[in-house]
């Protein structure tokens, strides 16, 4: 057994992991939201390439480019319709709405797409791989932990230099005070989704070509997503590539041990950085 | 150009004011003074869209904007320093004052180089958290922040609210180009002498009545006094 | 000269326990001119009720929104069938034992999971439940990833159960089902009346003023830590018991099946959501209108789940007091009143209402 290769794997499939938690770290930085559906609007976002790989012969990063809007509308229209109406001082509404869309979401996909096992075919991209120094890595792997890279990179760059980060901080800071400063925190919300669907998109594009999936999937995503933004610490988004990385190795190095161990191994990780760290890696200082 | 007619304002089943009437003529400053809960914030809240009102109880400029939501109102060129300063914790003084036009953007006099120049040390503490500054300093930001919408009307609720007295002597050193910028000015005060050097005309409240109106230089201290309090002597 | 005193009965809730009494009593005398299925029937939105009360005691009145109740059924469970085939415990005592092991389950999980708050408890308690259903998946004495059975003989030698069979003259898997029925039946009453008897007193109280003002509670004494962990553990302990109860009654268990958040959770958040969450009375009225949505919608496969979950949104929504809050807004009836209210009474009355409400 290889131990750098395993390890290797596993800090490449953080980055998968890290393209789930991104989005969801997103908004409840911003509007202190969980979004227990998550995971699902990844599967959809999955299936809606799907539809246009299979449906249209799109080459797969051409279809999730052709998905991005459609998601970034879907996410706005979201917020905007439904979710903004649960946001409060209490968390009951938003995490019971959210939690019944995951369950409107499964169910919608298994009436429309049925149970079976999906993949989205990406042609050559699936088998090759480099060389690099001792192991070799796969494309899409590689290709997926720099998306998540990528997308880090530019979500703080959209964070913390442009017109429309400093809306986010600022009505996430004081919704009524960025209101007399001319932010609608209601469209600021939905855009704030709409961004976090974006992601998911990317994040879906890599679930599609990298594993199967079927509609039921969606709530083990979800789960960990959150671990990695809870070890990384809330409001951190290089902390949450370091949480993703985390449940990676752990998943591939319990699974390089015993097969069945693998999502358990991931799981455990998380329990113990709950338990030396609660408030996670990078904490932020306020809350 | 803004005015309020009968405007009254409730908070859940609490009634804050009865029947409002104050009208604001172009390029002229407007106190409003009154003890705690005579419903000067209230109304100050009200003109700036974060409590509803009935959508005539408010005039801006011949429309009726009662019922505007703050984002609307300050697009319209209506901004406010709110009570308490209430700055972005997580921006730096820049992006503090950088929020101020987000939701106006109108080529005027006030510019991120023009604030700095009205109050320098800002510049100076650009990169700074806003939580760091002084309390000074922090309505400095406040007021700058509101005047990079370059509003016609500049809504100024209590700035000198827990401030020394030599601060808040330099804070209203600012106002004179304020005014000269062109904007008109409400501004709301506790400090009834800060209040009568500035402003060209006072209203005085009590319990969310208006009980005097008049110019600054035409108010005896007596009337004041009882408009304030209300003492009848 | 009149007195005040404080009573939290209404006349509905006393016409309401006498009814009550009556529903009781039919239940009791019910296998006696239902059928078996019917029986079956009512043992399924008996133990849902159950489970609704306990989420409900949970997240609407603790605050505390778990998504992870699984944990306590599939391990109750798991419990039970360990007690039973392994050790060759009688399935009674089993019900208990896997009750007992739901409770010390409790005390490590909760350990975790009240390391985070609000939303974030929310989907902490499913990762633990998962933990425990994947570290079950892999005992392999009890079937491992794909489960196992309880041994017949097991359930048909119950003594209990054979009492049954010859006090009704029925055959032993029928008086297994009418024991498990009955048992239920026990165990909801018991359920409702501990929550209702809880609310009432001091500790009551400060569950209430909790779940209105975490800070305020904290000033006036109310010790709202320990609070939540005693209802997490105690609501562990009666999922527990229910857990192990539906597995005697399926005698069939598998990791899926026991830990699945649909059957435990997601069920059982709509019923209370679409019945009405924060009362006593919601979860009864849910219980009855998901027993009836998955009736009529038994042959429309997922069909069945999207709508519940429409509906579960819709309510949440636009009613988010639930159905029997729509019926209190439009009557003002209660039957399990929990409010204290101050009442004028005349010297020479009764001063059993003052004593009942110690008032903190």
Same mark, same amino acid.
């Given at each position: 057994?290889?131990?750098l ?11 998968l ?8 770290? +997103?908004?409840?930085g ?6 227990l559906?998550?995971?699902d ?7 809606l ?7 249209l012969?799109?080459?797969?990063f051409?279809?999730?480019?052709v998905?991005?809007?459609v ?10 319709f ?14 019971l ?8 979401i499964?169910n919608a ?5 049925s149970?079976?096992s999906r ?5 050559? =991209?699936e ?8 192991v070799?890595v796969?494309v ?7 998306s /998540? ?7 703080n ?6 017109a ?13 005070t ?9 469209? @600021? ?11 998911v998109?990317?994040a /879906? ?7 199967n999936?079927d509609?039921t ?7 960990y997503?959150f ?14 590539l370091?949480?993703?990385i985390i ?11 015993n097969?069945?161990?693998q999502i ?21 200082a306020i809350? | 150009?803004?005015?309020?007619v009968g405007?009254?304002?409730?908070y859940g089943?609490?009634?804050a ?10 390029g ?9 809960g ?16 009935g959508r005539?109880a408010?005039?801006?400029e011949?429309?009726? @904007?009662?019922d ?7 697009a319209?060129?209506?901004?406010m320093v ?5 700055l972005?914790?997580?921006l ?5 004052l950088?929020m101020g036009?987000?939701?106006r953007?109108v080529?005027?006099?006030w510019t991120?180089g023009?604030?700095y120049?009205?109050?320098?040390i800002?510049?100076?503490r650009?990169?700074q ?16 922040r509101?005047?990079?919408?370059n509003?016609?009307v500049l809504?100024?609720?209590?700035i000198? =609210? ?10 209203y ?6 005014k000269?910028?062109? /904007?008109?000015?409400?501004?709301v005060?506790q ?5 009568m050097k500035?402003?060209?005309?006072? !209203?005085c ?7 005097l109106? %008049?110019?600054a230089?035409d =108010? ?5 006094h009882a408009a !304030?309090? #209300?003492v009848h002597? | 000269m ?10 509905a809730?006393?016409?309401?326990l006498?009814?009550?009494a ?10 006696l &001119?239902l059928s078996?299925?019917?029986?079956q029937?009512? &043992?399924? @939105?008996?133990?849902?009720l ?6 409900n005691?949970?997240a609407? !009145?603790a ?5 992870g109740?699984q ?5 109750g ?11 060759g415990?009688?399935?009674l ?5 896997g009750?007992?092991?739901?409770t010390?389950l409790s005390?490590p999980?909760g ?12 989907? %902490? ?6 933990v425990?259903?994947?570290?079950l998946?892999q005992w392999?004495?009890?079937g491992g990833?794909?489960?196992t059975?309880?041994p017949n ?11 049954v ?11 297994l089902d009418?024991?498990? !029925?009955?048992?239920a039946l026990? =165990?909801?009453?018991?359920?409702m ?7 009432r007193?001091?500790?009551g ?6 779940r209105?003002?975490?800070?305020a509670?904290?000033?006036?004494g ?8 005693a ?5 562990a302990?009666?999922?527990g018991?229910?857990g192990?109860?539906?597995y005697v009654q ?7 099946a026991a830990f ?9 958040i709509?019923?209370?959501v ?5 009362t006593?009375?919601?979860p009864i ?5 998901f ?5 009529t919608?038994?042959?429309? #496969?997922s069909?069945y789940?999207l ?19 729509l ?5 003002g009836?209660?039957f ?5 209210? +101050?009442?004028?009474?005349q010297?020479?009355?009764s001063?059993?209402?003052?004593? %009942?409400?110690?008032?903190g």
């Amino acid at each position: 057994m290889n131990w750098l290769d395993t390890i290797l794997q596993g800090v490449l499939l953080g980055g998968l992991y890290a393209l789930f938690a991104a989005g969801l770290s +997103l908004v409840f930085g911003i509007m202190r939201l969980v979004n227990l559906a998550h995971g699902d609007l990844i599967v959809v976002a999955a299936f809606l390439i799907l539809v246009l790989v299979t449906g249209l012969g799109l080459n797969p990063f051409l279809a999730a480019l052709v998905a991005l809007p459609v998601m970034f509308a879907a996410g706005w229209a979201l917020q905007y319709f439904i979710l903004n109406r649960t946001l409060g001082d209490d968390i009951l509404p938003p995490l019971l709405v959210t939690f019944g869309l995951s369950i409107v979401i499964q169910n919608a996909l298994l009436e429309g797409f049925s149970a079976d096992s999906r993949r989205v075919p990406a042609g050559s =991209l699936e088998t090759m791989s480099l060389p690099l120094g001792p192991v070799t890595v796969g494309v899409m792997p590689l290709l997926t932990f720099l998306s /998540a890279i990528a997308v880090i990179v530019v979500l703080n760059q959209i964070f913390y230099r442009t017109a429309l980060g400093r809306a986010f901080r600022a009505t996430s800071d004081d919704m009524v005070t960025a209101g007399l400063m001319g932010v609608e925190p209601k469209r @600021i919300f939905a855009t704030a989704t709409g961004i976090a669907m974006v992601v998911v998109t990317i994040a /879906a594009l890599y679930l599609g070509t990298r594993a199967n999936f079927d509609p039921t999937i969606g709530p083990a995503r979800l789960i960990y997503a959150f671990e990695a933004v809870i070890i990384g610490g809330l409001g951190s988004l290089w902390g949450t590539l370091l949480g993703g990385i985390i449940i990676g190795v752990a998943q591939t190095v319990g699974a390089a041990v015993n097969p069945e161990w693998q999502i358990l191994a991931g799981h455990l990780a998380f329990l113990i950085v709950l338990l030396v760290r609660p408030r996670g890696l990078f904490p932020r200082a306020i809350d | 150009m803004l005015e309020t007619v009968g405007l009254t304002a409730f908070y859940g089943d609490f009634q804050a004011l009865f029947g409002v009437d104050l009208s604001l003529r172009v390029g002229e400053t407007v106190a409003i003074i009154g003890a705690n809960g005579a419903g000067k914030s209230t109304l100050m809240r009200s003109i700036s869209g974060v409590i509803a009102n009935g959508r005539a109880a408010i005039r801006f400029e011949g429309e009726a @904007i009662g019922d505007l939501p703050a984002a609307k109102v300050v697009a319209r060129g209506i901004a406010m320093v709110p009570e308490g300063r209430r700055l972005f914790a997580s921006l730096s003084v820049e992006e503090n004052l950088l929020m101020g036009n987000y939701g106006r953007k109108v080529d005027g006099p006030w510019t991120l180089g023009s604030v700095y120049d009205l109050f320098p040390i800002l510049k100076e503490r650009r990169d700074q958290s806003s939580t760091s500054l002084s309390g000074g300093q922090q309505q400095m930001v406040a007021i700058g922040r509101a005047l990079m919408s370059n509003p016609r009307v500049l809504l100024c609720d209590e700035i000198s =609210l827990g401030l020394a007295p030599v601060v808040i002597r330099d804070i209203y050193a600012a106002f004179p180009r304020i005014k000269a910028s062109g /904007a008109s000015i409400i501004i709301v005060e506790q400090d009834i002498g800060q209040a009568m050097k500035v402003a060209d005309r006072v !209203y005085c409240m009590m319990e969310g009545k208006v009980t005097l109106e %008049g110019r600054a230089g035409d =108010l005896s201290r007596d009337a004041i006094h009882a408009a !304030y309090f #209300g003492v009848h002597a | 000269m009149p007195q005040w005193g404080i009573e939290t009965k209404t006349r509905a809730s006393r016409a309401f326990l006498s009814v009550a009494a009556i529903v009781v009593a039919a239940g009791i005398a019910a296998p006696l &001119f239902l059928s078996r299925s019917t029986i079956q029937d009512l &043992f399924f @939105i008996l133990t849902m009720l159950v489970l609704a009360q306990c989420w409900n005691l949970l997240a609407g !009145y603790a605050g505390l929104v778990s998504v992870g109740q699984q944990a306590f059924v599939g391990f109750g469970a798991y419990a039970m069938f360990a007690c039973v085939s392994l050790a060759g415990f009688d399935p009674l005592i089993a019900i208990v034992l896997g009750g007992v092991a739901a409770t010390l389950l409790s005390l490590p999980l909760g350990f975790f999971v009240f390391r985070l708050q609000g939303a974030y408890f929310a989907i %902490g308690t499913w990762v633990v439940a998962e933990v425990v259903r994947l570290l079950l998946a892999q005992w392999r004495a009890l079937g491992g990833g794909t489960g196992t059975s309880l041994p017949n003989t097991a359930t048909r030698d119950m003594w209990a159960a054979r009492l049954v069979a010859d006090l009704l003259g029925v055959r032993s898997a029928q008086a297994l089902d009418i024991l498990t !029925y009955w048992l239920a039946l026990l =165990l909801a009453c018991l359920t409702m009346g501990f929550i209702y008897w809880l609310l009432r007193t001091r500790q009551g109280l400060g569950l209430a003023a909790i779940r209105d003002n975490q800070e305020a509670a904290r000033s006036v004494g109310v010790d709202a830590a320990s609070l939540k962990w005693a209802v997490y553990v105690s609501v562990a302990f009666v999922t527990g018991v229910c857990g192990a109860l539906i597995y005697v009654q399926k005698a069939r268990i598998s990791p899926d099946a026991a830990f699945s958040v649909i059957d435990w959770t997601a069920y059982v958040i709509f019923i209370v959501v679409i019945g009405g969450i924060g009362t006593l009375e919601g979860p009864i009225v849910g219980v009855i209108v998901f027993f009836l949505l998955q009736n009529t919608l038994a042959d429309y #496969g997922s069909w069945y789940l999207l709508v519940l979950g429409l509906i579960g949104i819709g309510v949440m929504l636009f009613a988010p007091r639930g159905l029997w809050g729509l019926f209190t807004d439009r009557t003002g009836i209660q039957f399990f009143p929990v409010r204290r209210r +101050l009442v004028k009474r005349q010297e020479d009355a009764s001063t059993d209402a003052l004593q %009942g409400g110690r008032d903190g």
